[in-house]
């Protein structure tokens, strides 16, 4: 049966794969390849889930598409995750697009300015473990902003100081292209 | 005597999650796809017992070669630092369940998903 046509993980495999063998011995890639044992996991869970709701003729649970959607969401948000720092034993890891939206916000906060692209990536990590960070951001400025260069010496400034003091990762390089203006009351 | 006590994942993940799902900073545990999955065979399953499991949407839980992991999927607030808010769930993962279970988490992986800011 397939899953996903194109659905591939990070680690090459794609799901279809994994859903074929599931039922198969699984090989030295599929035991250490935290990828495909999580996706392995899921659609397993997912499987005895279907099975057991055809099993049961009760009605399907309020807020189900609701939920579903939500977990739709939150899957393409894990999409890629970068580390933190932590003494702890295990890890802390935060989604790019977590990074995003909190850079998104910085940005928009400067006044004179919005932001529309964030492209954030990983370049190197730090001494303490946490991912060192290269982020791009497409703004547009508002037409008639005198001081233009201050706006963007300010969005520098904001952008740089929420990644450290609201995610905990430092940023080695930050790009800004204007790239529209807007006026007034848009 | 011997005895022995065996404490089954479902509870240390139950217990890993409300310790989570109460940490300063933590907004909400994010079940993604295969927690959704988890759930509706729970509640499935609790309606056949007529006992209401307790959530663990969000937690999974691996014991490999002897180790238990706890794995925490979280959506956090904008206002504190990311990364402290992971570390204080894993301290209080870790806290909770060995005081609920007497259970020693070798591990706890917390993955933020998403950062929720303030409206303008």
């Known amino acids: 049966m397939a899953v996903n046509e ?29 990828h495909c044992r999580t996706a392995r996991e899921g659609l397993l869970a997912l499987r005895s889930a279907t099975r057991e709701l055809i099993d049961e003729p009760d009605p399907t649970p309020p807020d189900l598409l609701g939920r579903i959607m939500s977990a739709v969401r939150a899957e393409v ?16 890891a935060v989604s790019t697009q977590a990074i995003a939206v909190v850079l998104r916000y910085a940005a928009d906060s400067a006044g004179g300015v919005r932001a529309r692209r964030v492209r954030v990536r990983q370049v190197g990590v730090d001494a303490a473990g946490a991912a060192q960070v290269a982020a791009e951001l497409t703004l547009t400025v508002r037409l008639g902003n005198s001081a233009g260069a201050e ?4 969005v520098r400034e904001l952008v740089s100081a929420a990644a450290t003091a609201r995610v905990g990762i430092t940023l080695v390089s930050l790009n800004l292209l204007v790239e529209d203006v807007y006026e007034d009351g848009e | 005597m011997t005895s022995e006590y065996v404490i089954a994942a479902p509870v240390v993940a139950g217990v890993a999650a409300r310790a989570a799902a109460g940490t300063a900073g933590v907004v909400r ?16 399953r609790d309606r056949w017992t007529g006992l209401a499991a307790a959530p663990a ?14 794995e ?22 870790r806290r909770e ?24």
Do not use: F, N
């Open chain 1, 6 to 34: 194109d659905y591939a993980l990070p680690c090459g495999r794609d799901v279809d794969t994994i859903w074929d063998r599931l039922d198969r011995d699984t090989d030295e890639h599929d035991q250490d390849c935290p």
């Open chain 1, 77 to 92: 948000r894990r999409g890629q995750m970068l580390d933190l720092a932590s003494a702890e034993p295990g890890g802390v």
């Open chain 1, 151 to 154: 706006t963007l010496a300010r």
């Open chain 2, 29 to 44: 545990l994010e079940p993604g796809l295969r927690g959704l999955a988890a759930a509706l065979v729970r509640a499935a």
């Open chain 2, 57 to 70: 949407e969000g937690v999974r839980v691996r014991t490999a070669d002897g180790k238990l992991t706890v």
């Open chain 2, 72 to 93: 925490v999927d979280v959506v956090v607030s904008g206002i504190d630092q990311a990364a402290a808010v992971g570390q204080a769930v894993q301290r209080s993962v």
């Open chain 2, 97 to 120: 369940v060995a005081a609920q279970t007497g259970r020693t988490v070798d591990a706890v992986q917390v993955s933020i998903v998403d950062i929720e800011m303030e409206a303008r």
